[in-house]
């Protein structure tokens, strides 16, 4: 594919160009009251060629606003580029064709694609872009803006595919637990999807993730399973550790003797007491251990 480069199109200041279409239209007006003045046929010779001259250089002028380019195309071909915002005037015959160069942003609709692990999910983004490149913007893909929108899709369905929704262990990466480390994997699959239109990825993140609708119930009980248990756990780990540390301070500080029995005995009451996720009522034993 043959690509082009945006190159600095020859324009001149659009003021200096309407002086020069003043001379011009003086010309005509002078060539027009000799004319009827000495009723000399010989000076339409003169006169038709001049009007007509005058027409078309006054279709050379243009604007050009700030943050935006105008590509010149004289006829079929790339002549170039103007960035600088102002009146100018260039060749009249080629076709002056505006793009903006304004960041813009692209929202994506919700998509349904499947995690890494298979399960479908909704996801969507946002993308920040610009065009840096105003002849490859044009003449390299049909339509930028439509390309933009397209190519931005498909990266972020294959960003999808390959993370999970969420992680088993904190250890690998995931679209809910990393979000900014998929920012910027997000960001260099549109970069370079994008790359080939002369536009230039400024930021790019998610802005909607979620369960599919069919599978979001079952999802949510596993997450609240995955918590229940994750915090079971933290509860026997700070238990036991509890319960070592007032069996040492009981040996250390020679309290009492608790032989194998006692100590089974003791343990069992606060790991109960501790670990269970009601109330625990005091019982006050007014014999030995062993009544």
């Keep these: 594919?043959?690509?082009?480069?945006?190159?600095?199109?020859?324009?001149?200041?659009?003021?200096?160009?309407?002086?020069m279409l003043f001379l011009l239209v003086s010309s005509v007006f002078v060539l027009l009251v000799t004319m009827i003045a000495t009723e000399d046929p010989?000076?339409?010779?003169?006169?038709?060629?001049?009007?007509?001259?005058?027409?078309?250089?006054?279709?050379?002028?243009?604007?050009?606003?700030?943050?935006?380019?105008?590509?010149?195309?004289?006829?079929g071909r790339y002549i170039g580029s103007v960035r600088t915002d102002g009146f100018w005037w260039a060749n009249?015959?080629?076709?002056?064709?505006?793009?903006?160069?304004?960041?813009?942003?692209?929202?994506?609709?919700?998509?349904?694609?499947n995690d890494l692990h298979g399960n479908p999910i909704e996801i969507a983004a946002v993308v920040v872009w610009?065009?840096?490149?105003?002849?490859?913007?044009?003449?390299?893909?049909?339509?930028?803006?439509?390309?933009?929108?397209i190519q931005s899709e498909t990266a972020i369905r294959a960003l999808a595919s390959e993370y999970p929704y969420d992680a088993q262990d904190e250890e690998r990466s995931s679209l809910r637990g990393n979000p900014q480390e998929i920012a910027e994997s997000l960001q260099k699959q549109v970069q370079s999807r994008l790359e080939v239109a002369g536009v230039i990825v400024n930021e790019s993140r998610i802005s909607h993730l979620a369960y599919a609708q069919e599978i979001a119930q079952a999802m949510l009980r596993r997450q609240q399973a995955q918590a229940i248990v994750a915090a079971r756990t933290k509860i026997v780990e700070g238990a036991v550790g509890m319960v070592q540390a007032a069996l040492r301070a009981l040996s250390e500080q020679k309290i009492l003797e608790l032989d194998e029995d006692k100590k089974a005995t003791m343990v069992n009451n606060l790991m109960v007491a501790l670990v269970s996720e009601r109330e625990v009522q005091p019982v006050i034993n007014t014999g030995t251990l062993y009544q």
């Design 1 to 19: 594919m043959h690509t082009v480069a945006e190159t600095q199109a020859r324009a001149i200041s659009g003021y200096v160009a309407l002086v």
């Design 42 to 75: 010989r000076l339409l010779a003169a006169f038709i060629p001049t009007i007509i001259a005058t027409l078309i250089f006054g279709g050379g002028f243009f604007v050009v606003q700030p943050n935006e380019a105008r590509v010149l195309v004289l006829f």
């Design 92 to 113: 009249p015959f080629a076709a002056k064709r505006r793009v903006s160069l304004r960041i813009r942003n692209f929202n994506s609709e919700r998509i349904k694609v």
């Design 130 to 149: 610009r065009v840096t490149d105003s002849a490859r913007a044009l003449f390299d893909v049909e339509n930028y803006e439509g390309f933009v929108a």
